[in-house]
């Protein structure tokens, strides 16, 4: 086994967790906040937008049998990396989309399918996901721990969550886990 992690942010955490508990490949998936300057944030702190954290993911994946190339692939097909802090109604930096690179090989692949995504007009309007270096990693609290897994009825999950992973499950199907 190839343990690999990639940390990303594509606005609201408990969507793009329970996206990437889906797929195949992956061996964990943890909610947490990168990229800020507080020490160990709480996410009252975070959704003030004062401490310059994003809410992200932690994706710790088997490289022998899915890429990181293919987690940027379902990373940029299932949130909106076009809209500057903000994903749907959330609003500000925490919601920003952004990769945090872990060493100078994830920092050039993302770089790179940036770019291409760019040339090839895959989206309507420029790109403004951000790569940043990722600091110190802070796991959220326990209850936001696979959020929709345990919660699928609560009305931001039905209204968000469930649409998001939806497309997932369209875009991606060959990349489920079996069940």
Known sequence: M???VAILAGGCFWCTEAVFLEVEGVLSVESGYCGGQTSDPSYEEVCGGRTGHAEAVRVEF???????????AIFFGTH???????????VGTQYRSAVFPLDDEQRAQAEAFIAKLEADRVFGSPIVTTIESPGTWYPAEAYHQRFFERNPYQGYCMAVVAPKVAKFRRGFASRLKKR
């Open 62 to 72: 088997d490289a022998d049998r899915i890429g990181y190339q293919e987690i940027l």
């Open 80 to 90: 909106d990396p076009t809209t500057l802090n903000r994903q749907g109604n959330d």
């Open 2 to 4: 190839n343990r690999q």
